[in-house]
């Protein structure tokens, strides 16, 4: 069986009705399963496999028609409902791992992003506890796959307490930075807190998230790694019938040691073994990010688009000689041709501007996609699409875009296939 036809196959299978999130229910006990996959196979060039175009410093990329991996991430989860009258309502308990590879590399199992149990609608209320390992209240921009709420990792919670008609949620997440270390190990600990739902306005919401985090030091007979701390803030609004559609504002702010703004839960293993001295824990802390981001969702009976502005500033050049400007802007037009099949497109621009090394640069990604979806919407999954990439970026960038294929050029092409699909 070709490669084509096993993507065929899989669609087919993916798009059957008793591929649903719920498998069985009875008397409010359910089993079910959830996941995402990504796969597929591109070219760039005659013998040469799909290669794909990313700005360095850019946090992430446009998708469409520029990933070149195949990726899962599956689970399942059990809920048990209690009898009426209980303090509790129900107990759930999920479970989620996935795969990655490179296009033509093996597909290799990561450990497990959720394994939690949770315990709903406390004291007849809306008010859910967990304890365990989960990513919770994560929010993205879908066309470069951008998570910039991201709270994840070991710890304990609760989360949709009552507040009038605005909800609360609180969350400790706790990680072990330096695991390979042989001096003492060190541990980073978050605590989240946040309100949603607040009302704005006709048809909008407001969203408060602070973090506050710190990392813990550790003494040995080798070295002795000093405690270093920081803070995040982020304010996410959303407006529905914004003309004709759903407009989403977002303003972060992070320093010290959540410098990255809820962009990622826990620093890298080796920043812990840089908080050797006074000064290198004052370098963290004062490092900081701010990141404004506006996206807007569009979608009428003939054709839908996503578009994307954002500014990241970065300023961490005392600690990690980090210090650059990140300008991006992108929009994914669809038009539906009929029930099932649509023409997509995609053009995103991303300027770096690194202020170290005072140099600067862009990158323009442009993909031209037909697909197939079972139904006539934006969202609508799985998806078959077939699409051709084309991107183009400046000297400055040669040879840091488009490897190997294009490492001495400024601009290049690949074309492919690729299913998606979540559930």
Not at 230 to 243: D, I, M, P, V, Y
Not at 366 to 374: G, H, N, R
Not at 394 to 406: C, E, H, V
Request: glycine share 8%; net charge negative.
């Amino acid at each position: 069986m070709t490669i084509s036809r096993r993507l065929l196959v899989c669609l087919t299978l993916l798009s059957q009705p008793g591929a649903a999130a719920n498998l069985w229910s009875k008397d409010g006990h359910e089993i079910g399963f959830n996941g995402y996959l990504r796969t597929g196979v591109g070219t760039s060039g005659a013998g040469h496999t799909q290669t794909c175009f990313h700005a360095p410093g850019a946090s992430f990329k446009y998708r469409l028609g520029n990933e070149c991996e195949n990726y899962a991430s599956i689970g399942g989860y059990l809920k048990f409902a209690l009898p009426e009258n209980r303090f509790v309502d129900y107990l759930k308990y999920e479970y989620q791992t996935s795969f990655d590879g490179d296009y033509g590399h093996q597909i290799d199992p990561a450990e497990a992003n959720t394994n939690y149990v949770e315990i709903g609608n406390i004291a007849n209320t809306s008010a859910k506890v967990w304890f365990g390992r989960r990513e919770t209240f994560q929010q993205d921009v879908h066309i470069i796959d951008y998570n910039y709420m991201n709270i994840a990792g070991d710890g304990l919670g609760i989360y949709d307490i009552p507040a009038g008609p605005a909800k609360l949620h609180y969350a400790f997440f706790s990680e072990e930075l330096n695991q390979n270390a042989t001096a003492g190990r060190v541990r980073q600990d978050n605590h989240d807190i946040g309100v949603r739902d607040i009302k704005t306005n006709r048809d909008g919401t407001l969203a408060i998230d602070l973090r506050v985090s710190r990392i813990f030091g550790n003494s040995s007979t080798t070295t002795d790694i000093h405690s270093a701390d920081g803070w995040s803030l982020a304010l996410r609004h959303k407006q529905e019938n914004f003309f004709g559609g759903t407009n989403t504002m977002v303003v972060q702010y992070g320093a010290g040691t959540a410098r990255s703004a809820f962009a990622y839960p826990f620093e890298a293993d080796w920043v812990a073994e840089e908080l050797v001295t006074v000064d290198s824990v004052q370098a963290l802390e004062d490092a900081q990010t701010f990141r404004i981001l506006n996206t807007h969702l569009h979608e009428t009976n003939r054709w839908a688009f996503l578009s994307l502005v954002l500014l990241e500033v970065r300023n961490s050049q005392d600690f990690d000689t980090n210090s650059q400007v990140w300008v991006s802007a992108g929009i994914r037009p669809t038009w539906f041709i009929d029930d099932n099949w649509r023409l997509t497109g995609e053009i995103g621009l991303d300027y770096i501007r690194d202020r170290t090394d005072q140099t600067n640069g862009y990158l323009l990604k442009q993909t031209l996609a037909v697909e197939w979806a079972p139904q006539k919407s934006f969202f609508s999954r799985p998806v078959l699409r077939a699409f051709v990439t084309r991107a183009d970026w400046s000297n400055s960038f040669k040879g840091d875009i488009g490897a190997p294929y294009y490492a001495d050029a400024t601009h290049g092409w690949t074309t492919g296939l690729q299913v998606e699909y979540w559930w």
